[in-house]
């Protein structure tokens, strides 16, 4: 911006010329400040501690839950300060400003890596053990629960087509009880060529008085509960 200065014949002095061309430097100065005509290279100055991250104890990277949690921090410590909660809301509309830039730039990734729409459901449990079980319960896979219903289901049937037979059946299928739950998680016996034991496996005494004290006891509440229900079915005369 130029400013008109008269010369020396307009009757100023030379101090009155040099003073009113001072004073119409500053107002151009400041004219350029209002239009964008200042230098580029001049940025405004911050002072230590200015870093709006750093006021809220989160680095660049933290994600808006963070962002927020640490506000709502802030607010309640700042809350009986005013000129505080005015620096908060400053500093915190400065952190969404730098996210949203980056963003629009790029700079930001993702931290989330699959979308939970492309998650592939999961397979829900058909039975689930309770809380008080687990521990003492395992639930069994698909090949060993079919292999023991189909065996102990034929022992369970036969007895209503050979009734002379019913305890022969009853020993069988307690017999099978007794090895099914014994073997239950232990390791396979190795095996030859041949498909036969190669090694005999040693009897673990405290193991198989557990399993002969389930047997009974779950064998004697189905024979309890078999004669009850029996006691009120009319039953074919063979």
């Not at 002072?47 to 990277?61: A, K, L, Q, W």
């Not at 979308?115 to 698909?142: A, N, T, Y």
Request: with cysteine.
């Amino acid at each position: 911006m130029s400013c008109f200065v008269p010369n020396a014949g307009s009757g100023l002095s030379a101090a009155g010329r040099s003073a009113r061309r001072r004073t119409c430097e500053r107002k151009g100065n400041g004219v350029q400040m209002i239009f964008g005509g200042a230098a580029k290279g001049a940025e405004p100055s911050q002072s230590p501690g200015s870093n709006p991250y750093r006021m809220f104890g989160i680095t660049e990277d933290a994600d808006y839950e963070e962002v927020e949690s640490a506000y709502r921090r802030m607010c309640a410590k700042y809350a009986e300060d005013p000129k505080m909660m005015m620096k908060v809301e400053i500093n915190k509309e400065a952190i969404m400003e730098d996210r949203l830039q980056k963003r629009m730039k790029g700079l930001t990734t993702p931290k989330v890596k699959e979308s939970p729409f492309e998650r592939k459901p999961m397979k829900k449990k058909r039975f689930v053990v309770p809380k008080f079980l687990r521990g003492i319960v395992q639930l069994p896979d698909r090949a060993h629960l079919r292999r023991v219903s189909t065996l102990l289901g034929v022992f369970a049937i036969m007895p209503f087509f050979l009734p002379t037979l019913s305890s022969s059946f009853m020993a069988i299928s307690g017999m099978s009880s007794l090895g099914f739950l014994y073997n239950r998680g232990l390791p396979e016996e190795p095996k030859d060529d041949m498909g036969r034991p190669g090694a005999v496996r040693p009897v673990e005494k405290n193991l198989v008085l557990k399993t002969i004290g389930l047997v009974c006891v779950f064998g004697g509440l189905g024979f309890g509960l078999a004669k009850i229900i029996l006691s009120y079915v009319a039953l074919p005369i063979w």
